[in-house]
């Protein structure tokens, strides 16, 4: 059945309004747009890292979860899964459970590039049937915008400032999506929100119902972090795919497709300039910044290409 | 009537295991315990177990895969040594704190650093204000009852915390010894199914590990509290059950030759058995001298152990861990607390002992006992934080 936005909204939420998210936030967004690709009929488990999520959406005794949850710590949540993934695999096999339940774990970047990293590798391989899905922020944001190794080069950060002599975070992103698809799972993706969320949808409905591991990232915007009027969130996730910035693609089964290629590939500046975090690259004298960081996106979009043939 | 066997502790342990059956075990492999993971890995490659054997790429993992399965509402358990149980470190307390009854066999090693792979209770005995009920075993015997024992204490309604069962790494992990095991039906009739209050698949969604602010955070760490201290009087109606079963039944000490004695020794897992020894040899001379072994650390018998003191002179405990306050040992200054109330208290002092798989002797020991008998003629307790079998000292 062809995928239709307002079909999909009349599903029961999964993820309910009442958080204390801010707004603008791309964290909400991403959850409920993932859950919302579960079968009605479906249950599920959602584990969260310990991050602006975890605290925003469930303080005791309040949940904005309708299914279940778990968080148990920052750097795990790959493993909590997994282990209540084998769980269901146990209750399953002795004939004690007939619900189907999906595993989905949630963190943000620095849970997912960084400290979770290690967790999240080996629950991929070990391959479990769970969809991990990383809500990429490109910062700590919960403990105040430090850098992360998901923070882009030359964004402004607390643990990466902008001083007399350093121009911001000195090392590029590193591509997590690229380091899951060498785990030889069965699906990866990267996406974003995009006009009416099919792109996202598509691609958790397979992250979720591909049997084995399966990883999505999430370009997840932060007002606060970012620096952006929380009005701009889908603007600047447009700009993010049209730039090519943030490519959309997936690899299934270890084959390369790209999911949206932009008419028009846009320049970087239109991307960084709607974002405070950029504001020094545009000062007299930062071209080079710009110049830089425009022949690093676009490298690796030709290279993305090539693999997408 | 039980069946005879000659197993080492951790084949002991192992085969507990196999006859408890959990639903999931996640392991890691780590010297003196790893084992027990080979065994299970055989039993569940042989479909000898029907459980799911998660093997993670850490310690850290393990713990957290753990209590994810628990939270799921199955019955989960871990096994581990030394700087493993360090890893876990922070789930530790989140086991405890989100009331998960799962079981984690503790091989006693030494922590780093400098990295040693031989026995001492660094690791265990950092891990004692982590909410969990910790057992030490003095044999192969009392790790594979003790371990039996602990699913029914800690997964009692009144209790609901994570256990420890401990052995000392290499010396009984390692070492074969008679057992008495009990048929599979028994255990499996002993422990009984796993019945949660709450479970994530229970078909009721249920949220675990939420943030807990200043509001709540208190009244729920009020209540693990109070969950260790009832945990007592559980910990000895499963003793005691065990006990009707078995013929083996267990207190949260031993005293051993403790009626009349003037010295005791207070001490802990396999050196219990070389303290006994000890005493044994100074009873034929007709010294007053006695043995208690700790089995129960945590939730830590206090009166019970008072009383056992009260009529004694002089009290030696012995850690084969040090908690580098600069007062002594994890055992010694809850053993000398507990004397405090006591109308008529004894002198007490602390030995640190085998550390880093250090021999301990018989030697050792009748030094210490030579020791108290020095502060009961002197009247003095002297230095209170003492070493033996140190080198330079």
Not at chain 1, 98 to 106: G, Q, R, S
Not at chain 1, 288 to 297: D, G, K, R, T, Y
Not at chain 2, 350 to 361: A, K, M, Q, S
């Amino acid at each position: 059945m062809a995928y239709n936005l307002k079909q999909e909204c009349c599903k029961p939420e999964r993820f309910v309004g009442g958080h204390r998210l801010c707004a603008g936030c791309g964290a909400g967004v991403a959850v409920r747009g993932v859950l919302r690709a579960l079968k009605e009929e479906d249950k599920s488990v959602s584990g969260v890292a310990t991050s602006c999520l975890e605290v925003s959406s469930c303080l005791f005794p309040y949940t904005a979860w309708q299914d279940s949850f778990i968080h148990s710590a920052f750097e795990n949540v790959a493993a909590t899964i997994s282990g209540a993934e084998a769980s269901y695999n146990a209750l399953k096999k002795k004939g004690k459970i007939d619900d189907t339940y999906k595993f989905i774990a949630f963190a943000g970047d620095g849970g997912t590039y960084d400290i979770g990293f290690q967790a999240l590798s080996g629950a991929m391989e070990r391959g479990h049937d769970m969809v991990y899905v990383c809500y990429d922020n490109e910062a700590y944001m919960n403990t105040g915008i430090q850098r992360s190794s998901a923070t882009p080069k030359f964004a402004e950060v607390a643990t990466a400032p902008v001083g007399e002599v350093v121009p911001g975070k000195m090392q590029h992103k590193k591509d997590l999506t690229e380091v899951l698809v060498a785990h030889n799972i069965p699906y990866v993706a990267q996406t974003t929100f995009l006009t009416n969320f099919k792109d996202m949808h598509e691609k958790a409905e397979k992250a979720i119902y591909t049997k084995g591991p399966a990883f999505l990232n999430v370009l997840a915007p932060c007002p606060r972090g970012w620096r952006y009027p929380p009005e701009d969130l889908m603007e600047i996730c447009k700009l993010a795919v049209d730039t090519c910035v943030w490519p959309l693609y997936e690899v299934v089964e270890g084959e390369w497709k790209l999911t949206y290629e932009p008419k028009k590939k846009l320049p970087i500046e239109d991307y960084l300039k709607l974002q405070g975090r950029f504001n020094h690259m545009f000062a007299p004298g930062a071209e080079w910044m710009i110049q830089e960081l425009q022949a690093f996106v676009d490298k690796k979009w030709d290279k993305l290409l090539k693999k997408c043939k | 009537m039980g069946i005879r066997e000659r197993l080492s502790g951790n084949e002991a342990v192992a085969t507990a295991l196999r006859q408890i059956n959990p639903d999931v075990i996640a392991a890691y492999p780590i010297t003196p315990s790893t084992e027990v993971v080979h065994y299970f890995s055989q039993y569940v490659a042989d479909g000898k177990v029907d459980t799911e054997f998660v093997a993670v790429e850490s310690e850290h993992s393990a713990m957290s895969a753990c209590i994810g399965a628990a939270a799921a509402g199955v019955r989960t358990a871990t096994v581990t040594s030394a700087c493993g149980l360090a890893l876990m470190w922070e789930l530790l307390y989140v086991a405890s704190g989100t009331r998960l009854p799962l079981t984690l066999l503790v091989i006693n090693r030494a922590l780093s650093g400098p990295i040693n792979i031989n026995n001492d209770h660094s690791d265990s005995m950092g891990a004692r204000d982590s909410g969990w009920i910790q057992i030490y075993s003095e044999n192969n015997q009392e790790a594979y009852d003790n371990y039996i024992m602990s699913l029914r204490i800690g997964e009692h309604k009144n209790v609901r915390l994570p256990v420890m069962v401990c052995q000392d790494g290499f010396i009984t992990s390692h070492a074969v010894e008679n057992i008495e095991l009990l048929e599979d039906d028994k255990v499996k009739q002993f422990v009984g199914t796993y019945d949660p209050e709450w479970s994530m698949l229970s078909g009721k969604p249920t949220s675990v590990g939420p943030y807990d602010t200043p509001m709540f955070y208190f009244e729920h760490q009020y209540q693990r509290a109070r969950a260790m201290v009832d945990a007592k009087n559980v910990i000895l109606d499963v003793f005691k059950e065990y006990g009707a079963l078995t013929g083996r039944e267990y207190g949260l000490f031993e005293e051993y030759k403790m009626e009349d004695a003037e010295r005791a020794i207070v001490v802990l897992n396999s050196s219990a058995g070389t303290a006994k020894y000890t005493c044994d040899r100074l009873r034929e001379k007709g010294e007053k001298v006695g043995v208690i072994k700790l089995r129960v650390f945590r939730p830590f018998p206090l009166e019970e152990l008072a009383k056992a003191l009260s009529h004694v002179k002089a009290v030696a405990v012995m850690d084969k861990a040090d908690s580098f306050s600069g007062i002594g040992g994890p055992v010694f200054t809850d053993v000398r607390h507990a004397c405090y109330e006591l109308e008529k208290r004894p002198h007490i002092i602390n030995y640190i002992y085998g550390l880093g798989g250090r021999d301990v002797r018989e030697e050792d020991f009748q030094l210490v006992y030579a020791a108290l008998d020095e502060v009961i003629k002197s009247g003095k307790t002297g230095e209170i934080y003492r070493h033996v079998g140190v080198r330079g000292v």
